[in-house]
């Protein structure tokens, strides 16, 4: 057992203890400085050990000494002293089954990455030891961390447990976020409300069309307000994905880019957790082109005050696309009809003159329900809207934590409402 004390900051003249060699120490030297500085992140050249007022040992560098190495410094010497001595017992004792190490406070001292750090090295090292290790903390950091990785699928090597007095008696609390544990703590209900203090996040887009159907797909969402997005910036998926690879921080860790479907492709793989990509099958402007071509005439979106019925839209706004195209009938898969058209070099030319005609930029700007195209696209599909803000809040969340350090309580104020969706979709 290990109580991670604060005798570190006993003033030296106060100490009672002298340097000595620890011949339990002389053997895995290398071992313990190495593993201290994986825990520290440092890069110290030689190790101490103490006895008396502060039995430990300690890593330290040859521009200072043991005197001088602070209490986090102390205490994580402390700790991967204590793997070694298992270390020692299963390399000496032919009965050794493995063993329990209980720590109290083990983030006593040591800062956020360190703190992470030796809960990686213990996930390793308890491993080849066979350890169990408890720990108690009141560290954000710790909790989440751990918490974090107990949510994996089939993950059993962390679990947390909270005591709280909340309802009485105290009760053991299996499971908790921090955001549910700093709430109890703090007295407090789980959500931070719509007051919360968080940045507003700056999110990509390839083109106008991308922004305006995400500007309907967030249409009064709680969300929108912590989201910028990014008007006028022009960029294909290809330079965004040449700039994910390069690993600017401004698109892999403070921002969310916001990619057309068909950079499916491109980013598959690849890992890229500030990626969100735009519902359906097609890119946006080819998307509302089919959406708006398979209504019927008699759809209540045509009843509108603009008098933009469907015969409007197929005489104006979509009719170079339905002709260069050959489409017939009331109803396209546009799929199939892009796939059998021979003119590829200037197919996208035809919907971005389609979206940009000045009739349909009519039905982009309404703000009058059901008039918005976009907006109509997203009533009649709850499913694939709810999928993609699902996914648009977890990227909104991680970035807010990786890239702006927010407390995962705050992050609590990150809300969507979901669509209805009829039963006959489900």
């Known amino acids: 057992m290990i109580f991670l004390s604060l005798k570190r900051l006993f ?33 110290s050249t030689q190790a101490t050990g103490t006895h008396g007022t502060i039995a430990s040992a300690v890593a330290h560098g040859d521009n200072y000494n ?8 102390d205490n994580a010497g402390q700790i991967i002293m204590a793997l070694l001595f298992f270390k020692k017992l299963k390399a000496e ?66 679990k947390t447990v909270y005591l709280s007095n909340t309802y009485g008696s105290v009760q053991v609390m299996h499971d908790w976020s921090w955001a549910k544990t700093s709430a109890d703590i703090h007295t407090r209900t789980v959500s931070a409300g719509p007051t919360a203090i968080l940045p507003s996040v700056n999110v990509y887009f390839e083109d106008k069309e991308a922004e305006d159907f995400f500007a309907a797909l967030i249409f009064r969402q709680p969300i929108r307000k912590f989201s910028n997005p990014m008007s006028g910036i022009k960029m294909g998926c290809t330079n965004y994905v040449y700039l994910l690879d390069k690993k600017v921080p401004e698109f892999t860790v403070n921002s969310v880019v916001c990619l057309d479907e068909d950079a499916k492709s491109l980013v598959k793989g690849k890992g890229f957790k500030t990626v969100v990509l735009l519902p359906g099958d097609l890119p946006p402007d080819q998307l509302i082109f089919e959406h708006l071509y398979n209504l019927p005439a008699d759809d209540f979106f045509w009843k509108n005050n603009l008098q933009f019925s469907r015969e409007v839209f197929t005489n104006s706004a979509g009719r170079e696309a339905i002709r260069e195209l050959g489409i017939i009938g009331n109803v396209v898969n546009l799929k199939e009809r892009l796939a059998a058209y021979r003119g590829n070099k200037i197919k996208r030319a035809i919907f971005k003159n389609f979206y940009n005609s000045v009739d349909f930029q009519l039905l982009v700007a309404s703000s009058v329900k059901p008039l918005n195209a976009w907006r109509h696209w997203v009533e009649n599909n709850p499913q694939a809207t709810n999928v993609f803000l699902e996914k648009f809040k977890e990227v909104l969340f991680g970035v807010m934590k990786e890239g702006y350090a927010v407390d995962d309580a705050k992050l609590t104020a990150l809300q969507i409402k979901l669509k209805k969706v009829p039963d006959v979709l489900k």
Do not use: W
């Not at 003033?11 to 000595?20: V, W």
């Not at 983030?107 to 290790?133: H, M, S, W, Y």
């Not at 710790?142 to 918490?147: D, K, P």
């Open 66 to 73: 043991h005197e001088s190495v602070s209490a986090g410094e």
């Open 93 to 158: 004792y032919a009965d050794y089954k493995g063993g329990l190490l209980l720590i109290d406070e083990a983030d006593a001292g040591l800062f956020p990455t360190a703190q992470v750090n030796l809960l990686k090295i213990l996930e390793r090292e308890c491993k080849k030891l066979n350890l169990q290790v408890v720990m108690t903390s009141h560290s954000p950091v710790m909790i989440e961390y751990a918490y974090e990785q107990s949510q994996h699928k089939y993950s059993k090597k962390f």
């Open 11 to 43: 003033p030296i003249a106060d100490r009672d203890y002298k340097e000595i060699d620890l011949d339990y120490l002389k053997a895995p030297e290398n071992e313990f400085i190495a593993l201290t500085n994986e825990l520290l992140n440092r890069n």
